[in-house]
């Protein structure tokens, strides 16, 4: 039999995501353990999840781990149904010594992290133009990566060919040298130069392919950033469409998830770490954060250290008060990220595109 007390509680959920199953947990506002469950990862397993944490109440949070991975599907769904869904940082390896480790487990502490307000971090929407560019910057990445294998490849070959190959191409730089091994008509392939040239070809255009898949995706992110980024954000010194897009993925579709300054630059890993000790007081670079951003951030920073005469004048008088250039990049670092807040989360200035209409 319920109780009054019973009718009227909330409950507060966790997920511990994986690839064909999420395990979900559900605790009361004191953090009693009130049931476990496995669900399918499909929209009518995500819809059996909710309900089934409804029966126990209404739903005040959800704690989702891997919302940008195995949990974007969910997370997306229950934001959609209204529930408000926090991120969750899988739990260290020293909690998972002490308490053991097991999908139950997971999610419950998924739960009391949203509980306690541990997890606070609202999840990316992936619902909108910035999750385009994104997966564009997922492709382009690859192709570019595989870019370079090939180019890596055609080189050791170059270095181990016999003597007359070798010496045809090994002062060549890598477009040169590709497109010679693309135009090779090799013959009789028991011969081992003939082989050669067989290979070297083969991997040569594979190397063409890929760099026009890039120049391919290169064309869509030009015409897709301009529409997505604030007035005037590609028109600041040192940011270029890559620049961007790196900048815009981070920061998501939902740009109001951010909430102060001091979030994003630890968002792009500029945010300033003590390393003070003793009588030496300094911060040093943090390697935390978004990569890609702070990659961008990096960019732009160097671009103005070349370029910009004011950023050319804080060097020069940062490095007569004895700071070191990895000292001085850092705080160049957090000042463009000062500026980037303002441009792309300040505002909350993301451009709305409307969806293209599917074609008949």
């Given at each position: 039999?319920?109780t009054m007390t019973?009718?009227?509680r909330?409950v507060t959920g966790?997920?511990?995501?994986h690839?064909?199953?999420h395990?979900a947990?559900?605790?009361?506002?004191?953090?009693?353990?009130l049931?476990?469950?496995?669900?399918a990862v499909?929209?009518?397993?995500y819809r059996?999840?909710?309900a089934?944490m409804?029966?126990y109440?209404p739903v005040?949070k959800?704690?989702v781990?891997g919302?940008?991975?195995?949990g974007?599907?969910?997370?997306?769904y229950?934001?959609?149904e209204g529930?408000?869904?926090?991120?969750?940082?899988?739990?260290n390896?020293?909690t998972?010594?002490?308490?053991g480790?097991?999908?139950p487990?997971?999610a419950?502490?998924?739960?009391?992290?949203a509980?306690?307000g541990?997890?606070?971090?609202?999840?990316k929407s992936h619902d909108?133009?910035?999750?385009?560019?994104?997966v564009l910057?997922?492709a382009?990445?690859?192709?570019?990566?595989?870019?370079?294998?090939a180019?890596?490849q055609?080189r050791?070959l170059?270095?181990?060919?016999p003597?007359?190959l070798r010496?045809?191409l090994?002062?060549l730089?890598?477009?040169k040298?590709a497109?010679?091994?693309a135009?090779?008509?090799?013959g009789?392939l028991?011969?081992?130069?003939?082989?050669?040239?067989?290979?070297?070809?083969?991997i040569?255009?594979r190397y063409h392919?890929?760099?026009?898949?890039?120049?391919?995706?290169?064309a869509?992110?030009a015409?897709l950033v301009?529409?997505v980024a604030?007035a005037?954000?590609?028109?600041r010194?040192g940011v270029?469409t890559?620049?961007?897009a790196a900048?815009?993925?981070?920061?998501?579709?939902n740009?109001?998830?951010?909430?102060?300054?001091?979030?994003f630059?630890?968002l792009c890993?500029?945010?300033?770490?003590?390393?003070?000790s003793?009588?030496q007081?300094r911060h040093?670079l943090?390697?935390?954060?978004?990569r890609q951003?702070?990659?961008a951030?990096?960019?732009?920073v160097?671009?103005?250290?070349?370029h910009d005469?004011h950023?050319k004048?804080?060097v020069q008088?940062?490095?007569a008060e004895?700071?070191?250039?990895?000292e001085?990049?850092?705080?160049?670092?957090r000042?463009?990220?000062?500026e980037?807040?303002?441009?792309?989360?300040?505002?909350n200035?993301?451009?709305v595109i409307?969806?293209t209409?599917?074609?008949?």
């Amino acid at each position: 039999m319920s109780t009054m007390t019973d009718r009227g509680r909330v409950v507060t959920g966790g997920v511990d995501t994986h690839k064909d199953r999420h395990v979900a947990a559900v605790i009361d506002e004191v953090g009693r353990v009130l049931g476990s469950e496995a669900f399918a990862v499909t929209a009518p397993g995500y819809r059996a999840l909710l309900a089934w944490m409804r029966s126990y109440g209404p739903v005040v949070k959800v704690g989702v781990e891997g919302t940008g991975s195995y949990g974007a599907g969910l997370a997306r769904y229950l934001a959609g149904e209204g529930v408000t869904v926090t991120e969750v940082i899988r739990p260290n390896r020293q909690t998972r010594r002490r308490r053991g480790k097991s999908d139950p487990t997971d999610a419950e502490a998924a739960a009391r992290a949203a509980l306690n307000g541990e997890a606070a971090g609202t999840p990316k929407s992936h619902d909108g133009a910035v999750e385009a560019i994104r997966v564009l910057r997922v492709a382009r990445r690859g192709a570019i990566q595989a870019s370079t294998r090939a180019a890596n490849q055609l080189r050791d070959l170059v270095v181990t060919a016999p003597d007359d190959l070798r010496a045809r191409l090994i002062a060549l730089p890598t477009v040169k040298r590709a497109d010679t091994a693309a135009r090779f008509r090799p013959g009789d392939l028991r011969d081992p130069t003939e082989a050669t040239k067989a290979a070297m070809r083969s991997i040569a255009r594979r190397y063409h392919a890929l760099q026009s898949e890039i120049a391919e995706i290169d064309a869509e992110l030009a015409e897709l950033v301009p529409a997505v980024a604030p007035a005037g954000f590609l028109d600041r010194q040192g940011v270029g469409t890559q620049v961007a897009a790196a900048l815009l993925a981070a920061v998501g579709d939902n740009p109001g998830r951010v909430t102060s300054e001091a979030s994003f630059a630890a968002l792009c890993g500029v945010s300033p770490v003590d390393a003070s000790s003793g009588k030496q007081v300094r911060h040093r670079l943090n390697r935390g954060g978004d990569r890609q951003a702070n990659s961008a951030l990096w960019r732009i920073v160097f671009t103005r250290m070349a370029h910009d005469p004011h950023t050319k004048a804080y060097v020069q008088r940062r490095t007569a008060e004895g700071k070191s250039q990895k000292e001085i990049v850092r705080c160049l670092k957090r000042y463009v990220a000062r500026e980037v807040y303002k441009s792309l989360v300040g505002r909350n200035a993301h451009t709305v595109i409307a969806p293209t209409p599917a074609a008949a």
